[in-house]
């Protein structure tokens, strides 16, 4: 089975300054997305970027970038520019396979981690 | 596009009552639904799949009897907790996937239950 580890629970961040959260994730297959998530007080859950294992470049979205290592099982996320709106708890999740669906193509969560944003 | 809405976003109910809560693609077809379970400061918990026009498949330790999922269009899932004890209070978050393009799934806004 697959897991997804998130080993920090909160972090804190200076407004306008980078940060980057981690995650790792076990698994023994080849081809598979990777999720990063956030989750604001509202509880809303918003997906903030995606990443295909297949693909060698890391995914960007703005202010929010990934760094992937594939061989390393490591797929950590940075926040440039730091926003006070940015605070939020933010999941990492792995979904396999890449052809599944149904059942097959249910998310794998981390435990989350806290970020606050400092003014 | 891709919004996923969630009604009602806030229930109080007597113990012993059932409660239905649903979960409405949008502006997109959704074959499968996820419904989720979350505690405060926790992460999302999966209780079961729910595939249009089968039946739903529930994670180990979800009782079916108890949370009866209904998918019967590609635009909308149910989710009833019957006999609602206070140990079901929790916020219910559904998710859902396109039909044909079913990598990312897309989060409702969440239900709170109380039951007192």
């Known amino acids: 089975a697959q897991t997804v580890t998130q080993s920090q629970p909160e972090m804190s961040v200076q407004e306008a300054e980078t940060v980057t959260l981690s995650c790792t994730y076990d698994?023994?297959?080849?081809?598979?997305?990777l999720f990063w998530y956030k989750q604001p007080p509202s509880r809303q859950m918003i997906l903030v970027i995606r990443?295909?294992?297949?693909k060698q470049q890391n995914a960007t979205e703005n202010r929010f970038s990934v760094n992937f290592q594939k061989a390393a099982k490591s797929f950590s996320l940075k926040i440039s520019d730091s926003q006070l709106g940015d605070a939020a708890m933010y999941f990492c999740?792995?979904?396999?396979?890449?052809w599944g669906t149904g059942a097959n193509s249910k998310l794998t969560f981390g435990k989350g981690i806290t970020l606050s944003v400092r003014p | 596009g891709a919004v996923v809405s969630q009604h009602p976003s806030r229930v109080i109910c007597k113990s012993g009552t059932s409660v239905k809560i649903e979960c409405r693609s949008l502006?997109?077809?959704?074959?499968?639904m996820f419904w989720y379970r979350q505690f405060p400061k926790q992460s999302l918990m999966l209780m079961a799949t729910?595939?249009?026009?089968?039946?739903?498949?529930?994670e180990q330790g979800v009782e079916k009897d108890k949370f009866l999922i209904n998918h019967a269009s590609l635009t909308l899932s149910t989710l009833t907790v019957t006999s609602a004890h206070p140990e079901d209070s929790s916020f219910y978050i559904c998710?859902?996937?396109?039909?044909?393009?079913?990598?990312?799934?897309?989060f409702g806004p969440g239900t709170r239950l109380l039951v007192l």
């Open positions: 990443q295909e294992a297949y």
């Open positions: 999740a792995y979904r396999s396979p890449l």
């Open positions: 502006d997109f077809q959704a074959t499968t």
């Open positions: 998710s859902a996937s396109r039909t044909g393009g079913q990598e990312t799934q897309y």
């Open positions: 698994t023994s297959e080849s081809d598979y997305y």
């Open positions: 729910s595939n249009e026009g089968s039946k739903a498949t529930y």
